[in-house]
């Protein structure tokens, strides 16, 4: 009964193939121009990608590669926009285009397989072109064509249909194993983050009649009925396609030989957390279920067996994951056309590519039998918690003519969220706490402790403008809280907490030091907050949360001890004794430091003043921008207004501008609906009332550019060496020949104690219980103009050289305790992206000699 099934349904098969792939086709394709490039790949507006295809818009690149075109042996109606494209009925480059999904953030190819009789092995030759091409565009220093030996930190998701499953199969092969006619293995090189393979044929398919390479080779160069090779008793005469990889005898054994998924990682580790991109690709087969089958097969072999255990979907590999779904259908043919347009598999394909994890449980919220397209849920990127010291010492004023310290956080969170919500992705979440002798951890919106920046930025900007200071301070509980917090979102990349403080702990729980360790415990004799100390909590880094302190102060205790908490846990810290000059900026490099590994990068932080005739900053933007920021902000009580030219033209009217009390924030995205390029001088013309003071910032999301400076030691002393180390790459290269890097450093010039031991004891004011002496001598300060231009730092430029490592280093000789401030700029040219510039600050405390 089986064979006479296969033999009258088949020759159907390919009847009804080609009626539903007329369904919904566009019929129209730009030509691919190939002289240049072997693959035909087509981007979402369908214009060719090509090696000078300018920088993507988008972030993660998801190459499609479409089944077999059974309607025309030259695929005269595009099959790559029929699996793919329809617009007349759920597809996947429609449901990448609704605005619910603009936070995938894919960047997503079509490739366009041509002649649909040629070997499989021409296809998947092909494929390796394309992701070549794919990898030089998100990665400029990735050549085109391949270098060999070359590599890059890019990775591809690779989601195909029917066929060109087998294809891409065969490429993930190639790139370990030496395939005859195929290009050279590439060993350590894997540019494929997850393989999603709908409706495969991974074990042939059971139909009658071969008479090209392509059927033959998904039917193993075998007949279904006798499984006899092709030519033998009565059976089609095979076609001339040479061996494997190349021919149809044995193409599906040797493609599931050893291992049905080369290169492959587990999906999670042996503690149930899924394993990252970097272990391998992860294999997702995604097919229909027994309930309603697909001609490909399900889950196991049929029964009876028939030839080879054909028809079989799942992929047989350990590592591998098999999804069943229930796909609509009358008959096993429509069922495997609507596979790619039901939106359960729509959503479970694009939930693996974005997250790189099992889609098995998730379901997008459809309801059964949904015939929407489908929302899928962005990946997380980066949840911050502020915790933030409004103790008694906040009403102090910053400078003996400053606002209170108080008054300055708020102007500087406000900032930081602003420029947060400016660079974010719909994903991204935000908390605060405050601490004082108690802490308060109150914050929510609609119970959400965390909730979407999107949502709650204004709540948040809210929330701290309603804060005063009073009593003590409580910074081991405020930290405690933020991390307790952050602990249940463990599935989100980005952790950090925001500490800020403006002077020593007086509250339990303390941090302090038990051994090697930082540690989050009670003290004796200290008075008690709301947050126990029991159990005691280490900081370090096993949590995966990191901790960026920012501090006003100068107590070499103090900023010891804030340096020490970042450093412990993975973050940076910035300290100032001089916040009204130093605060704002800090905050956004806090920023572009709690969303580093992806792209927000400081381009510029400059301070200035305004002439009668305004005043204008000039910034260089790379090529292959994905978003420019441009902030001027000023004190409280004044106001600034700018406009934007890129190199000499008006572009005001393309962005959008964030307008606040004391700052404007002007915003711009460079994609399809932007025709700007980002490359160029990029201008703002700032106005306001003469002698204004303003600051000025320039952020770019940009890839391509990778930099950092650091200090080389954790815990400097006076009297030892130390080293500025700064790191410059374009892409994956080091870059030292073409650029330029200046580094200005801010030091001391006087000891902190000899300034405190000339203020005498009726000059002190006590803001807070349980202050120390010298804690009240270092508020003091601020509040008088004598002693406080005494601490006015000293700044030098560095010589900083290169050395073959790619690096560049200065050297410093301390001479006095302190905090040590490098401000480095970085200027390069790149042949693809351009000029471009870069800004960070390092900073490090230098304490007493032993």
Known sequence: MRARVLLTSLPIFFLVLTAYALVGSAQVSTPCDLTL???????????????????????????????????????????????????????????????GNAGLDIEDYYIRFQDQSRSISEDATDISDAIDLILHRHDPNYAYPYVSGQTTNVKVVIIAYSKGTLSS???????????????????????????????????????????????????????????????????????????????????????NTPDEAPGSRPATNNSGVATPPTQGILYVTIFA???????????????????????????????????PVAIAGAGETEVHGNTPHTPLVICKALFAAVHHRSPATENCSLAANATDAPIVPPPARATAVLSLDFSGSMSVPACPSCATRAVLLKDAVELFVQLWSAVSVPSDRIGVNYFRTNIDDTFNVGGDSTPLLLNAGDDVITS???????????????????IQTLNGLSDTPIRRVVLFTDGMQNVNPMVGHQGNQLVISDEAGRPNSNVPGSPALVLDTSGGISIDTIGIGVGED?????????????????PTADPAFDLRRFFVEELINALKGFSPQLVAYRHGTLTPR?????????????????????????????????????????GRFINGAFYKIFVIDFGARTQINSRGTWRVNIKGKASTEYEAAAIVDSETVRYDAFFDQQRPRVGNPLELVVRLA?????????????????????????????????ELRS???????????????????????????????????????????????PRIPGIYTAVVTLDGLDDRIGRFSRTVTAITVVRSAR
Request: a positive charge; proline letters at 6%.
């Open 464 to 482: 701290v403008s309603s804060q005063t200071p009073s009593n003590n301070t409580a910074m081991g509980g405020g930290i405690k809280r933020a």
């Open 289 to 323: 279920d027994a309930s309603n089958p697909d001609f490909v097969g399900g889950m196991n072999p049929p029964n009876p067996n028939t030839c080879l255990s054909r028809p079989m979907a799942a992929n047989q590999s350990a590592n591998a994951l098999n999804i």
């Open 614 to 654: 305004g005043s204008n900053e000039s910034f260089s933007i790379e090529n292959g921008a994905k978003k420019l920021v441009l902030k001027v902000s000023c004190r409280h009580g004044n106001t600034v207004d700018f406009s934007v030219d890129r190199n000499g033209v008006d572009v005001t009217s393309a």
């Open 767 to 813: 803001f807070e219980s349980n202050l120390s002496i010298k804690e009240q001598k270092q508020l003091a300060l601020s509040q008088n103009a004598k002693r406080w231009n005494q601490l006015k730092t000293r700044s030098e430029q560095l010589i900083v050289r290169a050395n073959d490592k790619g690096e560049f280093r200065a050297r410093i000789q």
């Open 558 to 574: 103090f900023v010891g001890l804030l340096q020490e908490i970042a450093s412990a846990t993975g973050g940076r810290t910035w």
């Open 37 to 99: 490039v072997r693959a035909c790949v087509h981007l979402r507006d369908d214009s060719q990608l090509l090696p000078t295809t300018p920088a993507p818009t988008r972030r993660l690149p998801v190459l499609f590669v479409h089944g077999h075109n059974f309607n025309s042996d030259q695929d005269t109606d595009f099959n790559y926009q029929k699996n793919w494209q329809d617009a007349t009925r759920v597809s996947f480059k429609p449901t990448l285009e609704l605005s």
């Open 169 to 255: 199969r065969l490429y993930l092969k190639s790139l370990q194993t030496n395939l005859t006619g195929m290009p050279p293995p590439r060993p350590g090189f894997n540019p494929i983050s997850e393989f999603i393979a709908l409706a495969p044929p991974n074990h042939g398919i059971a139909t009658a009649f071969g008479t090209t390479c392509a059927a033959q080779q998904m039917m193993n160069g075998r007949s279904a009925l006798t499984c006899r090779q092709f030519g033998q008793f009565g059976t089609p005469s095979p076609a001339s396609c040479g061996s494997f990889p190349s021919g149809g005898l044995d193409f599906i054994t040797n493609l």
């Open 730 to 762: 374009s892409g994956v290269k080091s870059v030292s020949r073409n650029a330029r890097v200046t580094v200005t450093l801010s030091h001391p010039g006087i000891s902190l104690d000899r300034v405190l031991n000339d203020i005498k004891r009726e």
